[in-house]
C-alpha cells in the first residue's frame, strides 16, 4: 500500500491536537484552532513573542510560534494558576522574563508531545533542542541553511479571544506508509 503524505502536512495536522491537548492541561484554558492549514513562503519571528526550536533525525525542520503580547500573557498566567501560584504573584507584562520563559516551557511540552506522536504513529524520530522564547518589537526572518522548502501556518484562539501561530519549515520529503508498523 502506497500512502503519500508531505510530511509537513502530517507534523501540522500532528500539532493542531498537541497544542490543544498541551495547553489545555497546563494552562486550563479553551484552545480552539482553525481547520486550514496555511501554506507560507517563509517562517518568521514576530512580536510579541517568539519562540523557536529545531528538530532533526528522520524528518528534519523549524518549528515557530508567535504569539501577541495578551495572548503570551494569558497562557503564562493560565500555566502559572494552573500550578498553585496566586494571580496577584504573578507578572503584569508580557516582557517580564518568567513570561517568554514559561512560553519556552510550554513549547517544550508541545514539542515532546508531537514528537512522540509522530513517533508512535510512523516509527520515525525527531529530536529538538531547548525552545528559545524571546520579547520582540519587530520581526525577524529566519532562514536556516538547512533546505527547508516547505513552510506552513497554523492558527490557535485562547479563549475564543487571543490568537497565536504556530509556523514550521521542513525539508521536502513525504512518509510513504507501506504497512502495519512492527
Known amino acids: 500500500m502506497d500512502n503519500r503524505s508531505p510530511a509537513i502536512d502530517i507534523v501540522a495536522a500532528t500539532f493542531f491536537n498537541s497544542v490543544k ?7 486550563k484554558q479553551t484552545i480552539k484552532y482553525s481547520t486550514t492549514i496555511q501554506s507560507i513562503p517563509s517562517v518568521s519571528l514576530r512580536p510579541d513573542i517568539g519562540c523557536f526550536v529545531q528538530f532533526s ?3 528534519n525542520g523549524l518549528c515557530v510560534a508567535n504569539f501577541s503580547g495578551v495572548a503570551a500573557l494569558s497562557l503564562y498566567k493560565g500555566y502559572m494558576t494552573a500550578m498553585g501560584l496566586p494571580e496577584d504573584e504573578l507578572a503584569k507584562d508580557h516582557t517580564t522574563n518568567e513570561v517568554p520563559d514559561s512560553i519556552g516551557e510550554m513549547t517544550n511540552q508541545i514539542m515532546g508531545h508531537t514528537m512522540r506522536m509522530v513517533e508512535n504513529k510512523y516509527n520515525l524520530t525527531s529530536f529538538f533542542g531547548q525552545p528559545k522564547a524571546l520579547a ?13 522548502n516547505d513552510n506552513r501556518r497554523i492558527v490557535f484562539i485562547i479563549n475564543d479571544m487571543h490568537r497565536f501561530y504556530i509556523e514550521l519549515a521542513m525539508e521536502k520529503v513525504a512518509f510513504i506508509t507501506l504497512g502495519k508498523k512492527k
Open 136 to 148: 520582540l518589537n519587530s520581526s525577524i526572518s529566519l532562514h536556516p541553511e538547512s533546505d527547508f
Open 21 to 27: 491537548q498541551v495547553l489545555e492541561s497546563s494552562t
Open 57 to 59: 533525525g528522520d524528518y
